[in-house]
């Protein structure tokens, strides 16, 4: 299990790395810190019931974070 989150660590590295050469710095930072979140768990050792736990954790916080986004901020219509 431990693998799997290098293996997020390493694709959110690449989308960070895309983000940041096209401009959207912003975003780029918040999947750095995401890059390093992944790799930094990945060596913890963890059981494979704790990283499910983790992972569930960040899906919520993210699912919680998108939909109010998207709900409140984010503007209709504009980028088209």
Do not use: C, N
Request: glycine share 12%; proline share 1%.
């Amino acid at each position: 299990m431990d693998r799997m989150y290098r293996v997020m660590g390493f694709w959110t590295g690449i989308f960070a790395v895309m983000f940041f050469l096209g401009d959207m710095y912003i975003t780029s930072l918040i999947f750095f810190g995401q890059t390093g979140f992944f790799v930094l768990l990945s060596y913890l050792k963890l059981t494979e019931r704790m990283y499910i736990y983790i992972f569930g954790a960040y899906l919520t916080v993210f699912f919680v974070g998108f939909t109010y986004y998207t709900t409140f901020l984010m503007t209709p219509g504009v980028g088209h």
